[in-house]
């Protein structure tokens, strides 16, 4: 199946305005994004979205396809999902990536595109780490899977709670691969009573019905939400 990549960037963010154009490493952060996709074996097209004139510059300047979106979206799935619609010719597989995650890895994206392509069942994918210790951290996400590996919950909460002794955990990546019919229809679905409480946009695709494959990654990128995120990426980035 024909895939494409949508990054979608805003600037204005709560905890690290301006996040997509830090450029301390020599290379905007979008940048190191964009370049860690276009690696993908099974992506043909990457393409960032913003509501930024600013960003679509910095895009456009370091040979990126961008486009302007709406700056009302209230979520990068439903800004990616604007994107996806205006390509030509339209993938069948949409993977969105997140602006803030610099270390993602390709073979991992590539993963996710054949999770969704081997199963017709499967209206998107996701990846997860496994992972044993303190699961209580509300900011780490949870997953429990059933025996296809396909999506049950996704919860802030210490699931699955053992009742004795201890055991591994999932942690949630936040990076999908959708088909594109599901794309549309899932941002034109509802909030779910779930997704309301969590704080947790997965979880309305699992009250709607819509099946999503985890894909285990023994990776775990480390996304960049504040400024210490930053400071540690470019420490790692200066060692490579």
Do not use: C
């Amino acid at each position: 199946m024909k895939a494409a990549a949508v990054i979608p960037a805003r600037y204005g963010s709560t905890r690290l305005p301006g996040k997509p154009l830090l450029r301390d490493t020599g290379r905007y952060l979008i940048e190191h994004v964009w370049l860690r996709v276009r690696q993908s074996k099974r992506i043909s097209r990457v393409v960032i979205a913003t509501d930024d004139l600013r960003i679509l510059a910095a895009a456009e300047g370091f040979g990126a396809e961008a486009v302007m979106t709406s700056p009302s979206h209230p979520s990068g799935t439903d800004r990616a999902a604007e994107a996806a619609a205006a390509i030509s010719p339209a993938p069948e597989i949409v993977v969105n990536v997140q602006g803030d995650e610099p270390e993602i890895d390709p073979a991992d994206l590539d993963a996710l595109v054949d999770a969704v392509d081997s199963d017709p069942d499967a209206g998107m994918a996701t990846l997860a780490y496994e992972f044993e210790g303190d699961a209580g951290e509300p900011s780490l996400v949870k997953v429990v899977t059933d025996s296809s590996g396909r999506a049950l919950y996704f919860s802030r909460a210490a699931v699955p709670f053992y009742r004795e002794g201890s055991g591994p955990r999932l942690e949630h990546i936040g990076v999908y691969a959708f088909r594109a019919g599901t794309l549309r229809r899932f941002v034109g679905l509802p909030e779910s009573p779930i997704e309301k409480a969590e704080k947790l946009e997965q979880n309305r695709a699992l009250w709607w019905g819509i099946p999503i494959k985890v894909v285990r990654t023994r990776n775990r990128p480390a996304s960049i939400d504040t400024p210490a995120d930053y400071e540690s990426f470019k420490r790692r980035f200066a060692k490579e």
